[in-house]
């Protein structure tokens, strides 16, 4: 999984009024859990578009005044009207404890439903995964060349190398739908045979 870098301050005042002065100056308050201390700080906004704006996931290497935490950003929260970020929630990972994580997914291949004219649908785009830092992918690859018409690939059906699927077993990461142009085509008529020839 590739690593990306934030710069960040540490935050040595809390409080209500404290976060909402840094908000004002498009500074966003966070918190790092999951190492020894709690380390409380803040970024600029323009910190987290690396992260936030984009399906990647990254290992991200957290520079709180000089001190480099390698951390994944766990939760975000944004505004309810302007939909912009107002805190920011970072877990500590290391190499030998095991991390949760949302792994975008990407569907490879052309099932044969879509070959027959149906519609491949993409239920799930993330799938939260555990597993060791070294084992985290940029994404999933679902192969759905086999998958036919009316078709669906479940959890359950699925498997990656030194990784835990914390989904539902019943849930259905997509889904290939009959078109309008597949059920009429199964619901016309067969031809008639032909009439054999009048011996002459």
Do not use: W
């Not at 936030?52 to 009207?81: E, M, R, S, W």
């Not at 479940?154 to 990461?173: C, G, M, R, T, W």
């Amino acid at each position: 999984m590739e690593n990306i870098s934030i710069k960040a301050t540490k935050r040595d005042v809390l409080g209500r009024k404290t976060a909402l002065d840094l908000r004002r100056q498009d500074q966003i308050p966070s918190v790092l859990y999951g190492g020894k201390d709690i380390v409380h700080l803040y970024a600029h906004a323009f910190e987290f578009k690396k992260i936030v704006f984009t399906p990647n996931v990254y290992i991200i290497d957290l520079d709180v005044d000089g001190t480099v935490y390698k951390c994944i950003l766990q939760d975000a929260q944004y505004h309810p009207v302007t939909d912009k970020m107002i805190h920011a929630d970072f877990l500590e990972v290391n190499e030998t404890k095991p991390v949760s994580i949302k792994v975008p997914v990407k569907l490879t291949g052309v099932s044969e439903g879509v070959k027959q004219g149906g519609k491949l649908i993409q239920k799930m785009r993330t799938l939260k995964v555990k597993g060791l830092v070294k084992n985290l992918p940029d994404v999933l690859d679902i192969d759905v060349t086999k998958l036919g018409l009316g078709q669906t690939i479940k959890i359950e059906k699925l498997a990656f190398p030194n990784l835990d699927i914390l989904e539902s077993k019943s849930a259905v990461v997509c889904v290939v739908n009959a078109t309008r142009g597949t059920k009429d085509a199964a619901a016309a008529p067969a031809p008639a045979a032909a009439a054999p020839a009048a011996k002459k």
